[in-house]
């Protein structure tokens, strides 16, 4: 069997020496898996994905156990900007885009790490636009007068911009509307069996998560809970009642 993409192996994160955030987090994602991180708030989702990236010193945090193995190597203290250039990058909660500048501008940023030619750069470009055609309508307009969606979309296309194998998506459902979501999670797919980007995304809505990715992994108090097929997890009754807000024949 090939190794898997990311290896996460029991990391534990503590933000200003005491707060515990992580307490113990194992998972894996394959080449060419959409892999979901379930969990309420607090649970340890943005924390663990924001160890993967190398971005919890940015917020006083450091990951105190565990190692986390990306392509075969080891990255666990690896700087955010090399872990990009080997095509590893995180979307942030929140929609984060360069509010003065334009769409476009906003997807520029994104190719940076690579430096491609004009020619590469016009190609990539126009790529990002045949999955999100709104940002093509939008791409002379300045990001920061966009709808929460189109910001989504902008930050999702920025992301894709710097040529990734593996995209950390953390909540990328927050505050849009049910069409909306829609549309991004059915972009991401098309991305993951078009192109073969990896995915690991953390998602409070856990049956939007669980029909669109391979495997999932439940977290409760920053440990894995449960863990499996999201076609498994999302036919048990018990996760349904727990964490899914009815039962099986009711989904």
Do not use: W
């Not at 994160?13 to 607090?42: H, K, P, R």
């Amino acid at each position: 069997m090939s190794q898997p993409l990311l290896q996460v192996e029991g990391i534990q994160v503590v933000y200003n020496q005491a707060i515990l955030a992580v307490g113990s987090v194992s998972l894996q994602v394959d080449e060419g898996q959409i892999v979901a991180l379930l969990g309420a708030n607090g649970a340890g989702k943005s924390s663990t994905l924001k160890a993967i990236a190398g971005l919890v010193a940015a917020e006083r945090g450091c990951l105190q156990q565990g190692r986390i193995v990306y392509a075969g190597q080891d990255v666990s203290h690896t700087a955010p900007h090399e872990l990009v250039q080997r095509g590893l990058v995180q979307v942030l909660e929140g929609r984060h885009c360069f509010a003065h500048l334009s769409v476009e501008e906003n997807l520029l940023t994104g190719a940076f790490v690579r430096k491609p030619s004009r020619a590469a750069l016009q190609q990539d470009l126009e790529r990002i636009y045949q999955y999100f055609p709104r940002l093509k309508e939008r791409r002379r307009s300045q990001a920061g007068y966009t709808s929460g969606g189109e910001q989504q979309m902008v930050a999702i296309g920025r992301a894709l911009m710097a040529a990734p194998r593996l995209v950390l998506l953390d909540e990328p459902s927050m505050g849009l509307a049910p069409k909306i979501v829609e549309e991004i999670f059915e972009i991401l797919q098309a991305l993951n069996r078009q192109e073969g980007v990896s995915f690991l995304l953390a998602e409070q809505n856990a049956n939007l998560a669980l029909h669109y990715s391979h495997q999932a992994y439940l977290l409760e108090n920053g440990h894995v809970a449960l863990s499996g097929s999201s076609a498994e997890l999302a036919a048990r009754e018990d996760v349904h009642q727990f964490y899914l807000g009815g039962s099986v024949e009711a989904a």
